[in-house]
């Protein structure tokens, strides 16, 4: 005998629900919908790509059931306009993902066992920093292909191993930067600054204080309040910064991974003033922006760079120049700048060094054909960060035209 019970109850279940639904309130409607969309946008917050594309959706869907229920034509124009925006801005979240890079580029890590087991930790100065002693292999992928596969160490003093420097040397070269400067993408002995140490035949302690996603806001806060250049063992004659137009953003807190990260700003008299962090780690105003930067639209707004950006940049670069020199008397401060051909933003910063008379050495005269045909200095067509080629070429010319002795 067949069981009929199962399929009564739904159609029951259901029948009770859409009378319910239909003699409900339209404000016990909304209410139910609202309560079920809120908890739908924080599950998409944590786990969903385009999350906000979602959320437009999902409010979307509670204020056409309120159009649908409410009497009162002024709720329902009311209703019909906010889902009308939200249809709109949803839109457009949805192209700025849609216009992405078709490739998803994926990375793998492991690590030494013994060691540490994470790429990165938090840093109480600098927001966070690479563990000391590690040691890891790192491969990252464009979909399927295969970019890069290589391995680096982390010395003691938290910095990339250089395996050319001279530890009982006296004299030091100090590099600072941000990817460009650590090497992603290539291994210790290919990195800028072991390249530098071989052409300058192992003659100089070489330190690279460079990590991935730094900026000259981490060199000025190191230079002036960390302990590995406070401490230092050696006496620098040559200090490096390695620049790229992207570090302005980061300079002005204008990226997604701006939190505990050192904040300088400009004073009414120009001066270069430490604030502490951009957000406090762990606070409920950093926990709410790392949410709101999800949002493609928000970021496109907040994160548009100024002049006043530009100008704090300078200022920075300059004042890591002016300690430099008081600190390390004889040392020279040079700026290595990765220019970029019709480029405003690259245009103002190479104006703003020059200015401040700063020794600024331009990739585009480093790198022969940089301008015309860059791909032959990239890791790959997907990543732009240099070579071993380009760092070799780059290290030739420090050698030649700036490491005279």
């Given at each position: 005998?067949?069981?009929?019970?199962?399929?009564?109850?739904?159609?029951?279940?259901?029948?009770?629900?859409?009378?319910?639904?239909?003699?409900?309130?339209?404000?016990?409607?909304?209410?139910?919908a609202?309560?079920?969309?809120?908890?739908?946008?924080?599950?998409?917050?944590?786990?969903?790509?385009?999350?906000?594309?979602?959320?437009?959706?999902?409010?979307?869907?509670?204020?056409?059931?309120?159009?649908?229920?409410?009497?009162?034509?002024a709720?329902?124009?009311?209703?019909?306009?906010?889902?009308?925006?939200?249809?709109?801005?949803?839109?457009?979240e949805?192209?700025?993902?849609?216009?992405?890079?078709?490739?998803?580029?994926?990375?793998?890590l492991?690590?030494?066992?013994?060691?540490?087991?994470?790429?990165?930790?938090?840093?109480?100065?600098?927001?966070?920093?690479?563990?000391?002693?590690?040691?890891?292999?790192?491969?990252?992928?464009?979909?399927?292909?295969?970019?890069?596969?290589?391995?680096?160490?982390?010395?003691?003093?938290?910095?990339?191993?250089?395996?050319?420097?001279?530890?009982?040397?006296?004299?030091?070269?100090?590099f600072?930067?941000?990817s460009?400067?650590f090497?992603?993408?290539?291994?210790?002995?290919?990195?800028?600054?072991?390249?530098?140490?071989?052409?300058?035949?192992?003659?100089?302690?070489?330190?690279?204080?460079?990590?991935?996603?730094?900026?000259?806001?981490?060199?000025?806060?190191?230079?002036?309040?960390?302990?590995?250049?406070?401490?230092?063992?050696?006496?620098?004659?040559?200090?490096?910064?390695?620049?790229?137009?992207?570090?302005?953003?980061?300079?002005?807190?204008?990226?997604?991974?701006?939190?505990?990260?050192?904040?300088?700003?400009?004073?009414?008299?120009?001066?270069?003033?430490?604030?502490?962090?951009?957000?406090?780690?762990?606070?409920?105003?950093?926990?709410?922006?790392?949410?709101v930067?999800?949002?493609?639209?928000?970021?496109?707004?907040?994160?548009?760079?100024?002049?006043?950006?530009?100008?704090?940049?300078?200022?920075?670069?300059?004042?890591?120049?002016?300690?430099?020199?008081?600190?390390?008397?004889?040392?020279?401060?040079?700026?290595?700048?990765?220019?970029?051909?019709?480029?405003?933003?690259?245009?103002?910063?190479?104006?703003g060094y020059?200015?401040?008379?700063?020794?600024?050495?331009?990739?585009?005269?480093?790198?022969?054909?940089?301008?015309?045909?860059?791909?032959?200095?990239?890791?790959?067509?997907?990543?732009?960060?240099?070579?071993?080629?380009?760092?070799?070429?780059?290290?030739?010319?420090?050698?030649?035209?700036?490491?005279?002795?």
């Amino acid at each position: 005998m067949r069981d009929t019970g199962t399929p009564l109850l739904r159609r029951t279940l259901g029948a009770f629900l859409a009378s319910a639904f239909a003699s409900a309130s339209p404000w016990i409607v909304g209410l139910v919908a609202a309560v079920l969309a809120g908890l739908a946008s924080l599950l998409s917050l944590k786990f969903w790509a385009a999350p906000y594309v979602w959320i437009c959706v999902f409010w979307l869907v509670v204020c056409l059931l309120l159009a649908i229920r409410v009497e009162r034509s002024a709720w329902r124009v009311l209703a019909l306009t906010i889902a009308g925006s939200l249809f709109v801005a949803g839109g457009f979240e949805l192209a700025l993902y849609l216009g992405q890079p078709g490739r998803a580029v994926r990375s793998e890590l492991s690590f030494e066992e013994g060691g540490p087991q994470h790429r990165t930790e938090a840093h109480d100065l600098l927001g966070r920093a690479p563990p000391k002693g590690l040691r890891a292999r790192w491969r990252r992928y464009s979909g399927d292909r295969l970019m890069f596969d290589v391995s680096y160490r982390i010395n003691g003093l938290g910095l990339r191993h250089v395996p050319s420097s001279r530890s009982t040397a006296d004299r030091c070269i100090l590099f600072f930067g941000g990817s460009f400067t650590f090497g992603d993408g290539v291994n210790d002995q290919e990195t800028l600054a072991n390249v530098v140490g071989l052409r300058t035949g192992r003659r100089f302690r070489i330190l690279n204080f460079g990590y991935s996603a730094y900026g000259p806001h981490q060199m000025l806060a190191m230079l002036e309040r960390g302990e590995t250049v406070q401490d230092l063992a050696c006496r620098p004659i040559y200090v490096f910064y390695h620049g790229v137009r992207h570090h302005v953003h980061r300079v002005a807190g204008k990226v997604s991974w701006a939190y505990h990260e050192p904040r300088y700003v400009l004073n009414d008299a120009g001066e270069v003033v430490y604030q502490g962090p951009f957000w406090r780690r762990g606070s409920l105003a950093a926990q709410v922006r790392k949410q709101v930067v999800k949002s493609r639209i928000v970021t496109r707004v907040l994160h548009r760079v100024t002049d006043q950006d530009i100008a704090l940049t300078v200022a920075v670069v300059d004042q890591a120049r002016n300690f430099v020199e008081r600190r390390f008397p004889g040392a020279t401060f040079h700026v290595i700048f990765w220019d970029k051909r019709d480029s405003a933003l690259s245009d103002k910063l190479v104006a703003g060094y020059q200015a401040r008379g700063l020794r600024l050495h331009r990739i585009s005269n480093i790198l022969p054909g940089y301008r015309e045909a860059d791909l032959r200095y990239r890791l790959d067509p997907d990543d732009r960060h240099p070579n071993a080629l380009a760092y070799n070429l780059i290290a030739d010319y420090i050698g030649r035209a700036i490491i005279a002795d």
